[in-house]
């Protein structure tokens, strides 16, 4: 967390080059970076392949440090562990117990005006199912927007890979602690906002 914006923006253009070389077949493209917020947001978005971390940090400019919570078994596979290590920017998360360490470091992330990116599904689906509570329990207890995005689940060789940005929204914003109740009804929300993202996505293409 002592790593320096300046420091991220290096390691970001510098990764980001590697990636897109590795990725030359996929590339990337973007739509609704009109919609990020400055400051600290959790970005909540679906999960279908490993490389969707990458697609969704280099959709949004070097200026925004991003952290990433991620399953700690990616740590250990080869060449991609690595990689993800060196980074700087991975909060690794032990699933089979709760991880408090990785928690306060995502909340101290947000809390010092920085971003969040969570899959709320916890593991990667083909269709967008139902959300854990965690992203929702930072968003609240830290007062952060919750951004959700939709990446297209298509990897088509020489197709590009399109990530859908949509409005950033507050999720709780009631002048009392959240329940458990709470933190169930706002994880529904952002999957539903997420769904919305990818529904408006699907419109726009039969529209042509």
């Not at 994880?187 to 996505?201: G, L, P, Q, W």
Request: glycine share 6%; net charge positive.
């Amino acid at each position: 967390m002592k790593k320096s914006l300046g420091f991220y923006q290096l390691v970001y253009l510098v990764s980001k080059f590697i990636f897109t070389i590795m990725a030359f077949r996929t590339p990337l493209k973007v739509f609704g970076r009109e919609n990020i917020p400055k400051g600290k947001a959790v970005i909540c978005a679906n999960h279908v392949h490993a490389s969707d971390p990458f697609y969704i940090v280099y959709s949004f400019p070097s200026r925004d440090k991003i952290w990433i919570m991620t399953k700690e078994e990616l740590k250990h596979l080869p060449v991609l562990g690595p990689f993800m290590n060196w980074l700087g920017f991975i909060i690794w998360v032990r699933r089979s117990k709760a991880d408090v360490g990785a928690v306060k470091t995502a909340l101290k992330a947000l809390k010092g005006n920085e971003k969040l990116l969570i899959f709320p599904e916890g593991t990667r689906h083909d269709e967008i199912g139902e959300g854990k509570t965690g992203a929702a329990m930072m968003a609240i207890r830290t007062g952060s927007p919750v951004l959700p995005v939709y990446i297209s689940p298509e990897r088509k060789l020489f197709h590009r890979t399109k990530v859908y940005i949509g409005e950033p929204y507050e999720p709780f914003t009631e002048d009392r602690r959240a329940t458990a109740e709470d933190y169930e009804k706002v994880t529904e929300e952002i999957m539903d906002h997420i769904r919305a993202v990818r529904d408006s996505r699907q419109e726009r293409e039969a529209r042509g």
